[in-house]
Nanobody, 126 residues
């Protein structure tokens, strides 16, 4: 069974940091770009970041650029999302997703996912 499993979410104070992990099972991440999407209550899903298969290209939405960093360790079959300077508006469920390709256009990250993780909750609150 092809799966992505996220972890690392939790409750953090504004200005704090979290690192999310996305681990693949049933397939190798090596050959695929991986993206991160978040969904806040009552809002549409927002594609916030994506990394190319080899890790040489990364893309960020304007809302997280300069604060979040996506990276990957293909040997561990894992993609990470380091989130710094967290704000209450970053509160959401965060999903990782496998995609055939990704890019950005006019500040928006673009990709169509074919495998989704189950999500991990991030809450930023004092």
């Amino acid at each position: 069974q092809l799966q992505l499993v996220e972890s690392g979410g939790g409750l953090v104070q504004p200005g704090g940091s979290l690192r999310l992990s996305c681990v693949a099972s049933g397939f190798s991440l090596t050959y695929y770009p991986i993206g991160w999407v978040r969904q806040a209550p009552g809002k549409d899903r927002e594609r916030i970041s994506c990394i190319s298969s080899a890790g040489g290209l990364t893309y960020y939405a304007g809302s997280v650029k300069g604060r979040f960093t996506i990276s990957r360790d293909n040997a561990k079959n894992t993609v990470y999302l380091q989130m710094n300077s967290l704000k209450p508006e970053d509160t959401a469920v965060y999903y990782c997703a496998k995609t055939p390709q990704c890019d950005d256009y006019l500040g928006s990250v673009r990709f169509n996912a074919d495998i989704w993780g189950q999500g991990t909750q991030v809450t930023v609150s004092s």
